[in-house]
């Protein structure tokens, strides 16, 4: 009994490493059990539409590469719960990207994004949002849809205010906005984020006595400046 269950252990143990990827081709061979794939830093400058192969693919990550566009089988792949594409040379996130419905966790920072598309709105199930870095001023008002949301990080964009639509979602648990370094004012809707535990503004304009009066708003929420 005891050997059936060390070789069943082990048949487990292989079984879920096969289902883990670091090659697009490799992954390729396993197109069908293919869980997970990760291609962070292999300096790639093209993403094959191959991917769309991995029809059971829940988590990629592509991030740190040379990547100047997304191919359009990515967004086929309705399985993944977890994208990154941190650290590339993007500057348009497809409005596909709203048909990847599952994703729960998606990171987009550090690349050259001035808007984000609607199509957002459709990512019900997300609950991390990441987008540092990029060179956005404003964000579509109907990212408020997004009501799982628990983390959000957007530092190092180019906000003049605390994004309203942010103070919509009421379940929000983390929002960092530090090195904002046009953001000058908050709108009073943040109160309605009761939920709030952590507001980084590090970096920013927002000056203490702002800071103060937002802690009579959002009392149970750690300020950062």
Known sequence: MRLLTCLLLGLLITTAKAQHYNSLADALKDAQGAKSLMLSGKNLSVLSEDIGKLVNLER?????????????????????????????????????????????????????????????????????????????KELPAELNQLTELKIVDFSYNLFATVPIVFTQIAGLGTLDLSFNKLLATCPDEIKNLKALKLLNLRGTKISAKQADDLTWLIPDCQIIL
């Not at 977890?82 to 690349?111: C, D, Q, R």
């Open 60 to 136: 990629l990550d592509v991030s740190t590469n040379n990547l100047t566009a997304l191919p359009k089988a990515l967004f086929t792949l309705k399985k993944l719960t977890y994208l990154n594409i941190t650290a590339n040379k993007l500057t348009v996130l497809p409005t596909a990207i709203g048909n990847l419905k599952n994703l729960e966790e998606l990171e987009i920072g550090f690349n050259k994004f001035t808007t984000l598309p609607k199509e957002l709105s459709n990512l019900t199930k997300l609950h991390r949002l990441t987008g540092a870095r990029n060179n956005l």
